[in-house]
């Protein structure tokens, strides 16, 4: 998603001489993507066939959650490895995230000014499309409650917590910065139990625990070591929380958010903690699937609502239909990132050196 691309970058480990790798975080990357993938897949195949078919499971959907704990770490682990300021930490990040989110919302923008009703009949209004390029709150009742291009509900909170690590980098205490970040995100959180607003309920949604347990996750990676039998426990417990938590439906019950996020998390230290043990995801086509992921979580809703459409008029059969969509989301995300996203970045980072 919204992850520095860091495979093959090494960096020398407070606590051991060995280089630390990334492929299993980019592989665990392209996963959460592919479960998001195939939830709206789904949720597009209920809205096809309206009354024939429903699907009430968030399983796939809990990807948000993997990305959100793994953005917190690997802010944390960039700025270790080389000292940033606020100002660069933006400017990298911004130059990651806005390129390819602002093409594909105005592209969508140009979808539905044209009246093509599979991309959603929400007139376009100059209030929703400056939310949506803005990464500003959707709080009113008045318009849609997520940016145009849907998926960039999660940016909003990237964009909120990119804010805060930058202010966090203020401190060079790398121990007081992960005090810092973790007791804001904690404040923002507690919040709407004390004050309950809009704005409090907003930017103190459960989800945003996932990037304290990703920054809290740091410091304990550098400290511990865990054999792979009790890495792989952590990984199995931590998908054994989030089919529980679906399979009882208590994804809206107080507190789980929090949960969840936290399940995630276990996922995310197990993965460390495997790669630090030695083993590490080798498949090249998986780690560069991770690369793509960022042009996959934006995309594929584009991609879904385009094969619905033509599913829907060549009566496909559902399992095609959903295999479809994830087979041309991949295909079509692989080719935005080798032939637009990466040359974007890579062509901004030069330029801003």
Known sequence: MTITQVVGETRPSPASAQPIKNANIQVLRAVAALGVVFHHSMHALEDSAPGHFQWNWSFGAYGVEIFFVISGYIMMMVTSAKEKTAGSFLTARLIRILPLYYLLTAFVIVLKITGLAHFGNDPITPAWAAKSFLFLPFTKADMPSSPILFPGWTL????????????????????????????????????????????????????????????????????????????????????????????????????????LSLAAAAIVAGAIFLERGGLSVKNRALVGLGDASYALYLVHPIVIAVIAHLAAKAHVGPVAMVLTMIAASLAVAVVMYEKLDRPLHEGLRRLTR
Request: charged share 10%; hydrophobic share 60%; glycine share 4%.
């Open 156 to 259: 909003n909170y990237e964009m909120m917590f990119y804010l805060l690590f930058a202010a966090s980098l203020m401190v060079r205490s790398e121990t007081l910065r992960v005090k810092i970040v973790i007791a804001s995100i904690a404040a923002a959180f507690l919040l709407p139990w004390i004050w309950s607003t809009p704005l409090t309920r907003y930017f103190g949604s459960e989800v945003i625990t996932g990037f304290a347990f990703g920054v809290a996750l740091w410091p304990l990676t550098q400290k511990l070591r865990l054999t792979p039998a009790i890495a792989t426990a952590l990984i199995v417990a931590g998908v054994a929380a989030m089919a529980a938590i679906d399979h009882n439906h208590l994804n809206d019950t107080p507190l789980m958010g929090a949960a």
